[in-house]
C-alpha cells in the first residue's frame, strides 16, 4: 500500500510538473497575427474569448480562460477597438485587454468647419456615427453640464 501511495504522489506530481511547464510555454509563446477587433461594452470574458478564438489570435482557448479565470483578470476586460500589429503572447495580448491598450485614431478638424462637417469627418473615419454625434451638439442637457447657455455646440468644437 505505501509503494501505491508513492507511486500514486509521483504520478500526481509528474501530471502537475507537465501541465505547469505547458502553461509557463503557452503563457510565453508568441502567438496569432496582425488583427483589429472591437470588444463591445457588456461583453463578459466568454464571449471575448470567443471573439479572440474566431479572430484565431489564442491557441489554446482553455488555457486562456484558465490564465483569465486564475488571475481574476476576466473582469477587468476593458472594451473597445484594438488593433496588434503582429503575434503577441498571452501574457501581452491579456495585458493589453485590462488596460485598455486600444486603438488610436487621429483625426485634423480644420478651423472653421461646422458641427455638420465634423460629423461627417468622424463618421467617415468610423469613430462616432454622425446621427449621434449631431444629436450630442444639440443636445439641452449635455450642453447645460458643461456650463453654457447655448442652443447647440456649435462653435465650441475647436479643432
Known sequence: MKRFL??????CLTVAGVFALNFLIFLNTPYGH???????????FGQVIDLLTERDLIANRPLF???GVGKHLGRKVRAGQYDFAGVVTPRELMAALI?????????????????REIADSLGKNGM??????????????LIRSLGLSAVSLE?????
Request: hydrophobic share 45%; glycine share 8%.
Open 6 to 11: 508513492e507511486i500514486l504522489v509521483i504520478g
Open 34 to 44: 496582425p488583427a483589429s477587433f472591437i470588444i463591445e461594452p457588456g461583453m463578459n
Open 65 to 67: 480562460k484558465l490564465y
Open 99 to 115: 488596460t485598455g491598450d486600444f486603438a488610436r485614431l487621429r483625426i485634423t478638424i480644420p478651423e472653421g468647419w461646422t458641427a
Open 128 to 141: 462616432v456615427d454622425p446621427l449621434f454625434f449631431m444629436q450630442k451638439v444639440t443636445d439641452a442637457e
Open 155 to 159: 462653435g465650441y468644437l475647436f479643432p
